[in-house]
């Protein structure tokens, strides 16, 4: 009954992840996989054998805490919306740049040296991430009492209310401390860095088409909200002029219609 | 039970939010203003505007016939009148705070008065809407009639908020330069506050209970809410983390929006503030800290054992959030 309980979620988490489409096109059109199910099936079968352990379970608790730290290690991966893009960079940082391609060859370098900054920041994050999870399977095992065989799906199902509990518990206690702050500030300033020396790195291809930057689409910008700044302004002003005439004609005929009576 | 639940939420694909009907009444860029229709015979003279908040979409507010505050009010006798704000892109990106309250926000209000004839109405400031809504009452009290805040962040120094102690630690310059704030990097930040209840157990959760196509509708449609999240204009989101976030200038002085000093102290409107006790994203002691900083001598707290999402979509939040708001205004 257990096993069935965990096995329908295994059937329903492989209904949102498709195997791949492998036609010139599946790349494309592909989202990228539904990410937050966990291997039912070995989460089932880790935790039957810590059921299956007996009185004296520490040994079957760690392993069981272990299987799901691991499981829950690329929760993080996922929130960072991937890692740092692979490959070599275009032009080794250290090496100087001469000739009439220089310009570019330093752009490329700071590109590429925002980028080592980002995965450096990023392996800091996943390096606290991983500590949290430790901690956790620590409390989990503090917590698991005696083991009741066999297990039912409620059982099954409060193991993993209990994991996620103290993930959460030991996540928020790091997420508090200055240095997943300064980490997390850090993946963030580097991520912009690398985004920024890109783009820079990128923007002379698109003057040689002769496509618009992104430079010369914020100075227009700049340009217009100016004048629409001015616009507004002025019919401010109108409006605050027209304001008190309105109100001395209003007057006025309320005068007059006053007077009719009388 | 996997197949059904499947079935379920795939017939709940493609669920609308918004189910209450409203007329455009005015527009500007790419703000909406929208006045529900009203459901009882005589709607109250006052209108009651609802300014949400930039960083997600206002539907929350009207979500499904049986959640939906705007319903409630409605149906209470209430005037209510929406401000969308829309979804900015690149040419959005130096639109500053000033801009949304002194042109959009004050746009719509002059809007509603103007055709109302009125001098001034009743303002629903809901999250980050409510910072906008207490900035616009202390720059314009003439404006204002009652202020009504929910789940608004007012000390963004409490011990309590994560949000905060990232933000200060963040080099916000670098983070925007001269571009948007993806609203998808936005919402993993606010995921990350609870990682593992808000990315994992909830799906898994799931399973649990039968595949009633009610309660998946109502999932789908708030799964839909929590990823439709609007980019941020880059400037407005510059001077919001460094104002409110990083110098907490409701707290310590100092605010000024197109070179006009803001200070709550100048508030002296009754105001009703509702509170989340349970709300992650803005802590308690953030909202109440507003009944200390102004003048009102008519204030009132209202807290509610309720989460920041559980505020607007849950059944609890529909039995008790519009009466204590129509009750509230309705003796004002």
């Not at chain 1, 297990?151 to 993993?160: F, I, K, M, N, V």
Request: proline residues 6%; glycine residues 8%; hydrophobic residues 45%.
């Amino acid at each position: 009954m257990a096993a069935d309980a965990w096995r329908q979620w295994a059937a329903f988490a492989a209904l949102f992840n498709p195997p791949p489409d492998r036609s010139p096109l599946g790349a494309f059109q592909q989202a990228p996989p539904f990410a937050p199910f966990f291997d039912a099936e070995q989460f089932t079968a880790a935790a039957r054998a810590f059921h299956q352990s007996g009185e004296s379970s520490q040994g079957a608790a760690a392993a069981f805490a272990n299987f799901l730290r691991e499981q829950f290690g690329s929760v993080l991966d996922g929130m960072l919306g991937g890692s740092a893009p692979g490959g070599s960079p275009a032009a080794a940082e250290e090496a100087p740049a001469l000739g009439p391609a220089r310009e570019q060859q330093e752009r490329l370098q700071r590109a590429a040296a925002a980028w080592r900054r980002l995965d450096q920041a990023q392996r800091r994050l996943r390096r606290l991430w991983s500590d949290a999870l430790a901690e956790a399977a620590r409390d989990f095992v503090s917590r698991l009492g005696a083991p009741a065989a066999p297990p039912t799906a409620e059982t099954l199902h409060g193991l993993y209310d209990a994991w996620i509990d103290c993930a959460e518990e030991a996540y928020a206690r790091m997420a508090h401390g200055e240095a997943f702050g300064l980490a997390l500030a850090d993946a963030l300033k580097e991520a912009s860095d690398w985004r920024e020396e890109s783009a820079a790195a990128i923007e002379p291809w698109a003057k040689w088409l002769d496509w618009p930057t992104r430079r010369e689409i914020n100075s227009l910008s700049l340009r217009l909200r100016a004048l629409e700044k001015q616009l507004r302004e002025t019919k401010r002003k109108r409006a605050a002029r027209a304001r008190p005439a309105a109100k001395k004609r209003t007057t006025a005929a309320k005068k007059m219609r006053g007077g009719g009576k009388r | 039970m996997t197949a059904r639940l499947y079935a379920a939420l795939s017939a709940a694909r493609h669920c609308a939010p918004g189910c209450t009907e409203k007329d455009e009444v005015w527009r500007s860029g790419k703000v909406r203003l929208y006045r529900y229709r009203p459901l009882s015979p005589a709607p109250g003279a006052v209108p009651l505007l609802i300014v949400y908040a930039l960083v997600n979409r206002p539907y929350m507010m009207d979500l499904e016939p049986d959640r939906s505050l705007i319903r409630g009010l409605l149906s209470r006798g209430l005037d209510v009148y929406l401000i969308d704000w829309g979804y900015p892109d690149g040419a959005d990106r130096f639109t500053t705070l000033e801009d949304y309250l002194e042109d959009q926000l004050a746009g719509c209000i002059d809007e509603i008065l103007k055709v109302r004839g009125l001098d001034a109405l009743n303002l629903l400031g809901v999250c980050q809407g409510g910072v906008f809504s207490l900035c616009f009452a202390a720059l314009h009290p003439e404006r204002v009639r009652n202020l009504i805040t929910m789940v608004t962040p007012v000390d963004f120094h409490t011990s309590a908020d994560l949000l905060s102690k990232w933000a200060r630690k963040i080099d916000v310059d670098a983070w925007v330069g001269q571009a948007n704030v993806s609203g998808d990097v936005l919402n993993q930040l606010f995921l990350a506050l609870m990682p593992f209840r808000l990315s994992q157990q909830k799906y898994v959760d799931l399973l649990r209970g039968e595949a009633d196509p009610a309660r998946i509708e109502n999932f789908m449609r708030v799964e839909r809410w929590i990823y439709d999240s609007p980019d941020q204009a880059g400037a407005a989101f510059r001077e919001f983390v460094v104002w409110f976030y990083q110098q907490n200038r409701f707290v310590r002085g100092g605010l000024a929006i197109g070179g006009r000093s803001v200070d709550l102290r100048t508030l002296e409107l009754p105001i009703l503030n509702l509170i989340g006790t349970r709300d992650h994203l803005v802590p308690p002691a953030s909202s109440a800290a507003l009944r200390g900083l102004t003048r009102s001598s008519d204030f009132t707290t209202l807290e509610l054992d309720l989460g920041h999402i559980g505020m607007y979509v849950s059944a609890r939040a529909q039995r008790q959030v519009p009466p204590a708001i129509a009750d509230w205004l309705g003796e004002r």
